[in-house]
């Protein structure tokens, strides 16, 4: 059975653009790994990815969004790990700092 990624985001924020971004560029860079990919909504300032039901990134935890290439790197150490992401294998610059994105510093105001 194929992996499925479930990312988890807020209606209230209006993080659906971000969410659906995010399971299109999961689909173009896994289409033969994937089994699917579920938009969840919720509330309270959630975007959190899963992969088979494993939390993989966390924007509460981390105070921050992920870059494409880190999110694509996530899952790829979970569906693929030997997949050259090319480009995308590169460092990511804000994993280190919480400070990458002045958005990724707001916080929903319905946390």
Known sequence: MKPRVEIHYCTQCRWLLRAGWTAQELLTTFSDTLGEV????QKGGV???YVDSELVFDRK???RFPEMKEVKQL???R???S???GHSDTP???RDTKTADPVDAE???NE
Request: glycine letters at 4%.
């Open 83 to 85: 997949m050259d992401l």
């Open 47 to 49: 975007f959190a990815i």
């Open 107 to 109: 916080a929903c105001p």
């Open 79 to 81: 569906v693929s790990p």
């Open 38 to 41: 579920a938009l969840v909504p």
């Open 75 to 77: 899952v790829r150490n």
């Open 61 to 63: 935890a981390e105070g």
């Open 92 to 94: 990511v610059k804000s």
